[in-house]
């Protein structure tokens, strides 16, 4: 009898709970450095130049349940710049490239979700670069979730995507090969 | 004569000056060339590297310059008290300024610690590196610094074509060897 009085407020009660309950918030572990934006592009057409960029920020959604609620949001300081050779670092901080006195941050702020497989997505976001804002799409993959040793609980993944160079009014020419450039995201995330 | 006198400069000062002068304007040149060279241009990496050798070697030649003024005595520089005021601060500046240059291009391929070779004979090892922004402020400093110092060597040279031909005296000649054998060598 008693039962049934409560039914309502329980149902009730676990209707709000729920959506707070399904969507896990996470800071992405750029304190000890279990995340990183790496960058590749030919060299000549002849082999890989790596980079990254060392400092950044972030956070992200993620609901099991409902993927549609999946957000991201990531900002990055561009002279951060790192190709392991400061003359070069320095081209690329400079108006030829990234010119990063007039445009010192870069963004990435996610616009939808799509699932396309067990632990498989599409993101879709606008990323600004150098003052212009494009949509992109990025492939993404988680890697795996858990508890960590520390008492935390951690969720990680890896997107990929490709820019054009062009799309962000980079023009100095590094030849044909060299037209676009792809980048490699590893993302681990601290849940709050 | 190696040294200088109250009078004249020795062979040591007059060969320094005159080679610094040739290479920091050849620098200078080579500098404003190479780093508007195109990608794929012959010259893009090989233009640098003569450069930052050249620059080091300057920079050593810089070091023992400066010893050798302070044990070398300075020849009476010539003029009014005026000119001399000037002529003396603008001597000093070419210092200041040459150090400016020289260390703040050295301080930018260093700047995330990797070292300068010098024509592939030795490498100058990085010392300040990994400042925030240090090639970029680096690269700022040697940019305008460089201007800055061909300005000074302007006025100076200016001024040293006004002693020989308009006040007629050897502060032209003295530095190019000429008052050798005049009176007063051996003070």
Redesign the interface.
Same mark, same amino acid.
């Given at each position: 009898m008693k039962l049934k009085l409560y039914l309502p407020a329980l149902i009730l009660a676990l209707a709000v709970a729920a959506p707070a309950l399904a969507t896990e918030n996470y800071v992405i572990d750029t304190a000890k450095n279990h995340a990183f934006i790496q960058f590749k592009i030919k060299h000549l057409g002849f082999s890989w130049l790596l980079g990254r960029f060392n400092t950044f920020e972030g956070s992200y959604s993620f609901d099991e349940a409902n993927a549609a609620n999946n957000k991201v949001s990531v900002n990055i300081d561009v002279a951060s710049i790192d190709t392991n050779h400061a003359e070069r670092d320095k081209h690329l901080r400079s108006p030829d490239f990234f010119e990063v006195e007039k445009f010192p941050a870069a963004s990435f702020v996610s616009t939808g979700y799509e699932a396309t497989g067990e632990g498989k997505g599409v993101l879709k976001g606008n990323l600004t670069l150098r003052g212009v804002t494009k949509e992109i799409v990025i492939d993404v993959k988680q890697i795996g979730a858990g508890k960590d040793p520390w008492g935390g609980y951690r969720r990680g993944f890896e997107g990929v995507t490709t820019l054009h160079l062009s799309d962000y009014n980079m023009v100095k020419s590094l030849g044909p090969a060299a037209e676009n450039v792809e980048l490699y995201l590893s993302i681990e995330g601290i849940r709050q | 004569m190696l040294k200088n006198t109250r009078q004249t400069y020795g062979w040591v000062s007059i060969v320094i000056h005159w080679l610094m002068a040739l290479a920091i304007f050849a620098m200078f040149a080579l500098g404003l060339w190479m780093t508007g060279l195109? &990608? &794929?241009d012959t010259w893009y990496h090989k233009a +640098?590297d003569i450069h930052k050798s050249v620059g080091m070697l300057l920079l050593f030649l810089l070091f023992f310059r400066l010893a050798w003024v302070t044990v070398n005595v300075k020849p009476e520089i010539m003029g009014q008290a005026w000119e001399r005021i000037i002529a003396l601060m603008v001597h000093r500046m070419h210092y200041v300024f040459m150090l400016l240059v020289m260390i703040s291009g050295y301080l930018? +391929?260093? !700047? %995330?610690g990797?070292g300068v070779s010098v024509f592939g004979w030795f490498t100058v090892p990085a010392t300040i590196a990994n400042i925030a %922004?240090? !090639?970029?402020i680096s690269?700022f400093i040697h940019y305008w610094g460089a201007w800055a110092m061909i300005g000074l060597a302007a006025m100076h040279a200016g001024a040293a074509l006004k002693h020989h031909f308009i006040d007629k005296d050897t502060t032209l000649t003295r530095m190019l060897g000429m008052n050798h054998h005049t009176k007063g060598e051996n003070e």
């Open positions: - | 195109n &990608y &794929y +640098p930018i +391929p260093t !700047a %995330k990797e %922004k240090q !090639a970029d690269g």
